[in-house]
């Protein structure tokens, strides 16, 4: 059954996590890596699931795991062999649920709010190639061979038992076309697509987001469409364009509105364009927006913002 459906026909809003390799900056870890924050899996799973725990506490109804940058080619190219690659994409999930199971077993945790959903994050091929293309989507490899990239990691997180993929950071319409399809090759499973966006109408390599979501929205395991990883200034007309081609739930989270660079791993300039983050997810919610968090350099903090209006808000239902 849709895991989105399932907690939107009790509940108006999800809430989503935030940052991840964020606050695993903030606890000590170096990720000027290639494999990024999916090396804490390795290195220190433990902190994995504090930052799970601290997103919960804050009020998120769905964490997102942390294999964004986890494949078996990254993981075996620096050395590992494939079950060891295998395992650790395992784990990542695993670790979220742990971390899940352990909050929800507090009944002061339950109230007014839905079982938070844990989401195998997938990032896209452009992650992979650690160069930043994730925003550009100027791949070379064809839908195919994408779909080949992708099908090995996809059984193992699916077989690790998250409620829903999260197809997350995908630049370019050929790369999800791909992400869909194997994902059909998994009756009951369910994904949502998130695109990186370059402007208000616009994803990475140029598409158009409305024919985007025109073409997500006839598959009916796409149980939600939207962005992630794209200024806030975006989000706006963003959200009013996926709904032109889609009924689907639309979801938001976007980063804190930094650039990033790829190929030196720094963030810089850029601020919030008016308010809160709390605010700016807000006016998203009245927009039509129905599953909201952060991505890049947000922080617990920005999702306790959104938990702060959106559990009043509830209580009033």
């Not at 195998?120 to 550009?136: C, F, I, M, Q, W």
């Not at 039509?288 to 009033?316: E, K, V, Y």
Request: charged content about 20%; glycine content about 8%; some cysteine.
């Amino acid at each position: 059954m849709n895991p989105i459906q399932n907690i939107l026909t009790q509940y108006p809003l999800i809430i989503l996590d935030g940052a991840f390799a964020t606050e695993l900056e903030r606890r000590g870890c170096d990720l000027n890596d290639a494999l990024w924050s999916a090396k804490v899996l390795i290195e220190n799973p433990e902190l994995i699931s504090a930052v799970h725990t601290d997103y919960l506490e804050a009020g998120a109804d769905c964490i997102i795991t942390a294999s964004y940058q986890a494949t078996y080619e990254g993981f075996m190219h620096r050395g590992l062999s494939r079950n060891q690659a295998r395992d650790l994409m395992a784990a990542s999930v695993g670790l979220a649920v742990k971390a899940r199971e352990n909050f929800w077993a507090d009944p002061l945790h339950r109230k007014g709010r839905p079982k938070p959903l844990v989401a195998a994050s997938v990032g896209p091929y452009g992650a992979y190639l650690a160069d930043g293309s994730e925003y550009r989507g100027d791949y070379t490899p064809n839908e195919l061979e994408l779909a080949n990239f992708h099908r090995q990691r996809l059984e193992t997180l699916i077989a690790a038992g998250p409620d829903i993929l999260a197809c997350e950071t995908i630049p370019c319409l050929k790369e999800a076309k791909a992400l869909v399809r194997l994902v059909q090759e998994h009756p009951g499973s369910y994904c949502w697509v998130t695109f990186s966006a370059k402007d208000g109408l616009h994803i990475s390599n140029g598409e158009c987001i409305r024919d985007c979501a025109s073409w997500l929205d006839s598959h009916e395991q796409v149980a939600a469409v939207g962005v992630n990883c794209t200024a806030p200034g975006y989000v706006a007309s963003l959200i009013d364009e996926i709904r032109l081609g889609t009924d689907k739930p639309i979801v938001v989270y976007p980063n804190s509105g930094e650039q990033y660079d790829g190929l030196s791993k720094v963030w810089s300039g850029g601020d919030l364009p008016c308010g809160s983050y709390g605010e700016l997810a807000r006016s998203w919610f009245v927009q039509g927006a129905r599953l909201i968090g952060g991505c890049c350099r947000t922080t617990p903090a920005d999702i306790r913002a959104i938990s702060s209006w959106a559990r009043d808000f509830q209580s009033t239902l």
